[in-house]
């Protein structure tokens, strides 16, 4: 049995496995007790970043073999856990860079121009032209924190735009050929050095012990008071109490935060971020479009199926 306990494209599903017993129910990352009753005859398990895979559900699945990942983040999957038990973890790679790289650019020309957002102004007949002066992108520096495929993705549509760009990434030598692109070169600094030298900051960063609330208060401090924070990467990377602080003090020009410490964000918590300037917020949808949410079904549909073509039934 494979089970689907997040959304995911139909036609992947419908087609991809057809013949196969599947259960397919995006409520089932909501509803345990339901998922927990179809565990014991799973050999295949496929989630996005909600379902929890943890110990206490790997005990419920003796029989399970393969976890397809809907996405690359991981962090809410057990992964020694699955090791420890012979489960291999497979996620899409690759297939949704386009679609975070897109969400940075798009957000960062947003915040940046800042005149995209004046309906209720000239609705009301207050044509606020004078204080919607905004900022270009060309010329400005995109400081990337973590220099993977999906930065190096943003990275490409930054210099196609006129953008300089830099990147801190400690586990890429300053010899690697990632560093100069076909597309053109990027610059590797300190941590330090890109939170005080960048106009916009996007984080490309899993969620671990060393990367937990980087974005704290005192990096905020070293960052140029009109910068823009972008964060589609994962919401414990980034302290939201100090971005809340930084925007409203006027130390921080703009956030967009796409990934949250608790999701999803319920109404109190979702309070705190009520009538901040210059902040947009979204639902953990940078990655996911049309077009991304095909790859990475139709990817996760193969990943599983190679993977348990290979195993004894």
């Known amino acids: 049995m494979i089970i689907i306990t997040e959304f995911m494209d139909e036609a992947a599903v419908q087609e991809g496995l057809a013949g196969l017993d599947v259960v397919y129910d995006p409520s089932l990352v909501d509803n345990p007790e339901a998922l927990a009753k179809h565990l014991p005859k799973a050999r295949a398990l496929i989630v996005r970043n909600r379902t929890q895979v943890r110990p206490a559900l790997l005990d419920l699945a003796p029989d399970l073999r393969v976890v397809g990942r809907l996405g690359v983040g991981l962090d809410n999957i057990d992964i020694e856990a699955c090791k420890a038990r012979g489960i291999a973890v497979c996620p899409a790679t690759g297939a949704n860079d386009d679609s975070v790289a897109e969400y940075v650019i798009g957000t960062a020309m947003l915040l940046l121009r800042g005149a995209y957002r004046a309906n209720d102004g000239l609705v009301a007949g207050t044509w606020p032209r004078n204080r919607l002066t905004g900022r270009e992108i060309s010329g400005k520096v995109l400081g990337l924190v973590g220099f993977g495929s999906i930065a190096r993705a943003t990275a490409q549509r930054a210099v196609a735009l006129g953008m300089k760009v830099a990147a801190y990434d400690p586990f890429l030598p300053p010899d690697s050929p990632a560093w100069s692109q076909s597309w053109g070169t990027v610059s590797p600094l300190d941590l330090d050095e890109l939170l005080a030298g960048s106009d916009v900051i996007s984080l490309h960063v899993p969620l671990t012990t060393d990367t937990r609330l980087m974005i704290n208060p005192a ?95």
């Open 219 to 313: 990096a905020i401090a070293r960052m140029r008071d009109d910068a823009i924070l972008i964060n589609a990467a994962r919401g414990g990377v980034v302290d939201e109490a100090a971005v809340i602080k930084a925007l409203q003090d006027g130390t921080l020009g703009g956030a967009a935060l796409d990934v949250f410490e608790t999701e999803p964000l319920d109404a109190q918590a979702g309070a705190a971020f009520a009538q901040v300037p210059n902040l947009v917020l979204t639902p953990h949808i940078a990655g996911v479009t049309v077009e991304s949410n095909t790859r990475v079904s139709w990817l996760t549909v193969r990943n599983v199926l190679d993977h348990l073509e290979h195993e004894p039934a």
